[in-house]
């Protein structure tokens, strides 16, 4: 009879199965149970852990400070999660992490970037830290973003139990490109120059392949730096981009480009202080006299949608800016209140995007 009970009781408790999946770049990565207790190689992924959990900070035991979060985002998970301040640094420059610093932290899981793929370093870090009985899983919210975002949201639910939660934003992110995308078959692509860290001098810096070309193709336009430049980043001339000639210019800027006289937007900035930016960066001699800035067809937008999936707002931001006939009811203001109010733990006060002041 106890054995009896003690099985019964022993069959009651809950109990998780071994869970294997497939990450980023194909490698198979078993657990003994969901993640509790992770290493982020990029400390900016803590906000798409948050899409996923209501209190992603009690996840986190370390993170690379490389990449961290802005501190705008930093400061509102810190008003709601003080115990963010707790999260051990195992690295603090590009591609530089701290095996001994992770080992010591005994985590269940280690979540690293693609980017991290193919370094010498990080490939040995990663040998060691297996070695030591500790998984690893690559993700991408950058490289690849449109094929490979959802996907690795996906295998973040899977490895730390939020699987419904994964789908629900995913069900949310396919709704909005759907539209986007069947809105757009036969229709014409204006030409686009991305303007990226933008400033008013050292033009000009833009994208060819990857991230922001993935956003504007997604959103209806034609990249023409990829003609120009070969990979994810470049330079071209000013000459260049006059000599082009594109139907619209898009900025890039941040907090950071502040001490450069740039463009400055994104979290923690107020529309004002933006506009201004913008205003200033446009007024500059050679961005002035582009067809695209005379026209009206010239916008700026937050640099660091460029490694998470709320880029979906700036898709269609993009779209309405590049057809506007097409997506006259589009809302991206409203997609990203959305997602924070409906997948987010907190919410980050700032200015998004900005145009020209009429």
Not at 202 to 229: E, K, L, P, Y
Not at 259 to 273: E, I, K, M, N, Y
Request: charge should be negative; proline fraction near 6%.
């Amino acid at each position: 009879m106890i054995r009896l009970a003690l099985a019964f009781a022993l069959t009651a408790l809950p109990a998780w199965a071994e869970i294997s999946a497939t990450d980023i770049i194909g490698r198979e990565v078993v657990l003994d149970a969901p993640a509790q207790h992770i290493v982020l190689g990029e400390g900016r992924h803590m906000a798409v852990l948050g899409l996923l959990h209501d209190d992603p900070v009690s996840l986190v035991a370390g993170w690379r400070l490389d990449k961290a979060l802005d501190p705008p985002t930093l400061a509102a998970y810190r008003a709601k999660f003080p115990a963010i301040d707790a999260i051990a640094p195992v690295g603090s420059g590009n591609r530089d992490i701290s095996v001994e610093s992770i080992i010591a932290l005994q985590p269940d899981l280690v979540v690293l970037s693609q980017m991290d793929v193919g370094d010498p370093g990080m490939e040995t870090a990663r040998s060691q830290i297996e070695a030591a009985g500790i998984p690893v899983a690559y993700v991408d919210f950058f490289a690849k973003p449109l094929e490979n975002s959802i996907p690795s949201l996906r295998l973040l639910g899977k490895l730390t139990g939020a699987e419904a939660r994964a789908e629900e934003f995913a069900a949310f992110y396919d709704a909005h490109l759907t539209t986007i995308r069947e809105r757009l078959e036969g229709a014409d692509r204006p030409s686009v120059f991305f303007h990226v860290h933008a400033a008013p001098v050292g033009c000009c810096s833009t994208v060819g392949t990857g991230v922001f070309h993935d956003f504007i193709t997604t959103a209806g336009g034609r990249n023409i730096g990829q003609d120009a430049v070969k990979g994810v980043l470049g330079n071209v001339s000013l000459e260049y981009l006059i000599g082009a000639d594109p139907d619209f210019y898009v900025a890039t800027g941040g907090a950071h480009m502040a001490a450069r006289g740039g463009l400055v937007l994104g979290s923690g900035v107020d529309a004002t202080q933006a506009q201004d930016s913008f205003d200033t960066l446009i007024a500059a001699p050679g961005l002035s006299s582009l067809r695209a800035v005379e026209e009206g067809h010239a916008a700026g937008v937050w640099h660091l949608f460029n490694d998470s999936p709320v880029h979906v707002a700036l898709i269609e931001y993009l779209a309405k800016t590049f057809h506007p006939d097409l997506f006259a009811d589009l809302d991206p203001a409203k997609t990203l209140a959305e997602i924070e109010t409906r997948f987010s733990p907190v919410q980050v006060p700032g200015t998004w995007w900005v145009t020209a002041d009429q």
